[in-house]
């Protein structure tokens, strides 16, 4: 691949997004370099992750303090299954939203990983 970028994010994390898509916004023509997927640590493992599985526990702890409070409800158990399902779900959907928002960007995605070869080539 021989292309000149202006500039080239090493990284689909929420830095390397917004720099991208604001110096493509200026007219530079621009790139990220992701080898996995989009959003980067808090969206994919970190912060998005763990805050749905945080409401969810918390919602746990309120049905189970409900009655003290004179609500009646049927707790019927917790599905794990389901809980996952609808957190990657999500996950995806903003992995999908990156994915939308560098192409109306006009940001070009290479998947793989990079490395400098000297001061001019990734």
């Not at 689909?12 to 917004?18: D, E, T």
């Not at 809980?83 to 939203?97: A, F, T």
């Amino acid at each position: 691949m021989n292309t000149h970028y202006d500039l080239i994010a090493i990284g689909g994390g929420s830095g390397g997004l917004a720099a991208t898509k604001q110096a493509a916004s200026l007219g530079a023509r621009c790139a990220v370099i992701e080898g996995d997927r989009l959003g980067g640590a808090c969206v994919n493992v970190g912060c998005v992750p763990k805050k749905v599985m945080w409401y969810a526990a918390s919602l746990g702890h309120s049905l189970a303090d409900a009655t003290d409070y004179g609500f009646a409800i049927d707790n019927n158990g917790f599905d794990w299954h389901k809980m996952k399902q609808g957190r990657d779900s999500y996950v995806q959907r903003l992995n999908q939203i990156h994915l939308n928002n560098l192409g109306k960007a006009q940001v070009d995605l290479i998947t793989g990983y990079a490395r400098f070869v000297d001061a001019h080539t990734v």
